[in-house]
């Protein structure tokens, strides 16, 4: 079980440019989730999935985009990067009540730089 | 929106002492989650509570959960420096799974 993945581990981007953070399970979670971690303030949802095609907005949606095609992928697209979007981020899976347990695995982490 | 709130964001202690971290949150919670992360690293999951007034220890570490289940606490007995880092609490409302995480409390241990 390699649990959750996340690629890439360090990344910079330039003000405008997009890309996509990669996040896989193999758990066979039904619950992803997308957190941003910035000093002093957490982890803030960005995104979550309760299931294959179904998503929904978190706390800090905004520039954002998410898809969940498999049970096992769920992405993170940059649309067009800006410097606040420097942050930590960190995916996390686990299962769906009833279900149990709740605990949420989370990823190694990807290290964004926007310049 | 849901809103969970933890305090304080940063104690020290020396090593020995006792250390305590507190959440609320704006809504009744399903169950609220405990997370550990060391620096440079990932959240841990350490618990989860789920019943009014609930009360679980992990050796030196005691989790409470308000009878509203709208807040908890969490108590660590004579710290050590392995206990270094930060404590997020995390509640959830509802069934959708959707956990929303305190700011969180970084503590740091002196020997």
């Known amino acids: 079980n390699a649990g959750v993945t996340q690629t890439p581990k360090f990344q910079v981007l330039k003000t405008g440019q997009s890309m996509t953070l990669q996040c896989a399970q193999d758990m066979n979670h039904e619950y992803m989730s997308w957190y941003r971690q910035d000093p002093g303030m957490g982890l803030r949802l960005i995104h979550y999935?309760?299931?294959?095609?179904?998503?929904d907005q978190g706390e800090v949606p905004n520039g954002y985009n998410v898809s969940r095609s498999t049970t096992e992928d769920f992405p993170l697209r940059l649309l067009s990067a800006a410097p606040s979007q420097t942050s930590v981020y960190f995916c996390?899976?686990?299962?769906?009540?009833?279900?149990?347990?709740?605990?949420?695995?989370f990823g190694p982490g990807t290290r964004l730089t926007v310049t | 929106g849901q809103q969970v709130m933890q305090i304080p964001q940063y104690q020290h202690v020396q090593e020995g002492e006792d250390f305590t971290t507190y959440c609320n949150s704006s809504?009744?919670?399903?169950?609220i989650q405990w997370y550990k992360q060391r620096p440079g690293g990932h959240p841990v999951f350490l618990i989860q509570?789920?019943?009014?007034?609930e009360v679980k220890k992990q050796k030196r570490l005691t989790f409470q959960f308000g009878e509203a289940k709208k807040n908890s606490s969490l108590h660590i007995t004579a710290t050590q420096t392995t206990d270094v880092g930060t404590y997020f609490c995390?509640?959830?409302?509802?069934?959708?799974?959707?956990?929303?995480f305190g700011q969180g409390t970084t503590l740091q241990v002196k020997p």
């Open positions: 509570l789920v019943k009014s007034g």
């Open positions: 995390a509640g959830c409302s509802g069934n959708t799974g959707k956990l929303i």
């Open positions: 809504t009744t919670l399903s169950n």
């Open positions: 996390a899976s686990s299962y769906l009540p009833p279900e149990q347990p709740l605990e949420q695995y």
């Open positions: 999935s309760v299931g294959a095609g179904i998503t």
